[in-house]
């Protein structure tokens, strides 16, 4: 299959850029309704004390149901200091690492700039990230909701529900291979955390961790 139907996600996990890899066509699904804690409005990260999950929070819409509300009507909260905090949170974590000073002239605005919803603030993410990986996927959005059964008629590897912090889905194609950590030596190789890990840690040579397992 040349075509990848994924959730979208915030700073998403290396599994998620592994698709955009190895796939010719990407569609992000936008006419889904929002889910908690999973890797729409969140990424996980290794720090010192471990992994750390930094989750960007949302307005309640009007109808008071963020899990009736699609992706796209998703706006994101400008109250508190988040964007303050999660970038002091990766400065923390990475600020010793080989390439954080390299990138972060690149990341840095997304933590001081303020977005309306949640899905371009994404997608920006997204463009940001595979310039510095110098990966080149034909992306787009859905024009509506794709059910599994029509995402599978039409020939789409659908991983909506499989890559997802909690109770992953299974994914063959995807093997974690080991690279260089900050915490390793402390926790072991903590496997498909943030795209922001394996960045910051490998830096050009990130891009040979997406190739698909053979």
């Not at 009007?62 to 706006?75: E, F, H, Q, S, V």
């Not at 992306?139 to 029509?150: I, K, Q």
């Not at 991983?159 to 072991?188: A, N, T």
Request: hydrophobic share 35%; charged share 20%; net charge neutral.
């Amino acid at each position: 299959m040349d075509t990848v139907l994924l959730s979208t996600a915030y700073f998403a996990p290396v599994q998620w850029y592994q698709k955009l890899q190895c796939h010719t066509e990407c569609l992000i699904e936008c006419h889904d309704n929002f889910l908690k804690q999973t890797y729409r409005n969140r990424c996980v990260i290794a720090t010192t004390q471990g992994q750390q999950a930094l989750t960007v929070p949302v307005e309640r819409p009007a109808n008071g149901r963020l899990d009736k509300t699609p992706m796209c009507d998703i706006k994101i909260s400008n109250h508190g200091n988040w964007r303050h905090l999660h970038w002091n949170a990766l400065a923390s974590a990475y600020g010793e690492s080989p390439f954080f000073e390299y990138y972060q002239d690149d990341l840095r605005p997304f933590f001081e700039r303020r977005g309306e919803y949640l899905i371009d603030f994404n997608l920006a993410i997204t463009d940001t990230v595979c310039r510095l990986l110098d990966v080149h996927p034909r992306l787009s959005l859905t024009e509506r909701y794709l059910s599994a059964s029509e995402a599978t008629s039409a020939g789409i590897a659908d991983f909506r529900d499989v890559i997802r912090p909690k109770h992953p889905g299974e994914d063959p194609s995807f093997i974690p291979r080991p690279y260089y950590q900050v915490y390793r030596q402390k926790y072991g190789f903590l496997p498909n955390l943030s795209i922001l890990d394996l960045l910051f840690n490998e830096g050009n040579e990130a891009i040979f961790w997406l190739m698909r397992h053979k």
